[in-house]
T-cell receptor
Framework: GESVGLHLPTLSVQEGDNSIINCAYSNSASDYFIWYKQESGKGPQFIIDIRSNMDKRQGQRVTVLLNKTVKHLSLQIAATQPGDSAVYFCAENRGGNKLTFGGGTRVLVKP | GAVVSQHPSWVICKSGTSVKIECRSLDFQATTMFWYRQFPKQSLMLMATSNEGSKATYEQGVEKDKFLINHASLTLSTLTVTSAHPEDSSFYIC?????????????FGPGTRLTVT
């Protein structure tokens, strides 16, 4: 199902530290997962994706980990910067290229 | 890179009027586009799948007669909010999937802020 909530969980992180954002997904048949970054008043921006036949994928300063056993996805951001402050959403492809978005996590980077 | 645009970026309309929002893929063709709605501090909720040359498919609970979708070309989908009411005020976001084989990514537009007074 879709996640709906009135309050976004917030992760406060010191500039330069690493950030870890977690996400639980619902459909064990989902074969493709994506992390998006959304800044205020803008559309989601693709960060990194991973297919279900992988358990780890790395990008520039970001790593996505997939644990299919417990249906858990995480995004690690290395050396977090002020520009990383945003809301982060995980999404799962539940078939027909339809994406189901998680509830989102707000990341606040403290200088 | 792949770019999706939306027009307008924001619109204010009176209750009872209709509003049309455009979604365009600028440098790729998209047989399939998606429309989402996002309320403040909430996640994106898929409203419908827009298919070029055929009828849109709507998610459960979304009124197809209220949210009219037209996908007349491979680069343009429109969402018309008919007889808008204040509860329709929201951030509407579209995404487009590249037609090319092997491309799984969806590209999102910048969103349209609709305020119904």
């Amino acid at each position: 199902g879709e996640s709906v909530g009135l309050h976004l969980p917030t992760l406060s992180v010191q500039e330069g530290d690493n950030s870890i954002i977690n996400c639980a997904y619902s459909n064990s048949a989902s074969d493709y997962f994506i992390w998006y970054k959304q800044e205020s008043g803008k559309g989601p921006q693709f960060i990194i994706d991973i297919r279900s036949n992988m358990d780890k994928r790395q990008g520039q300063r970001v790593t996505v980990l997939l644990n299919k056993t417990v249906k858990h996805l995480s995004l690690q951001i290395a050396a977090t910067q002020p520009g990383d402050s945003a809301v982060y959403f995980c999404a799962e492809n539940r078939g027909g290229n339809k994406l189901t978005f998680g509830g989102g996590t707000r990341v606040l980077v403290k200088p | 890179g792949a770019v999706v645009s939306q027009h307008p970026s924001w619109v204010i309309c009176k209750s009872g009027t209709s509003v049309k929002i455009e979604c365009r893929s600028l440098d790729f063709q998209a047989t399939t586009m998606f429309w989402y709605r996002q309320f403040p501090k909430q996640s994106l909720m898929l409203m419908a799948t827009s298919n070029e040359g055929s009828k849109a498919t709507y998610e459960q609970g979304v009124e197809k007669d209220k949210f009219l979708i037209n996908h007349a070309s491979l680069t343009l989908s429109t969402l018309t909010v008919t007889s808008a009411h204040p509860e329709d005020s929201s951030f509407y976001i579209c995404s487009a999937r590249d037609n090319r084989e092997g491309i799984y990514e969806q590209y999102f537009g910048p969103g349209t802020r609709l305020t119904v007074t």
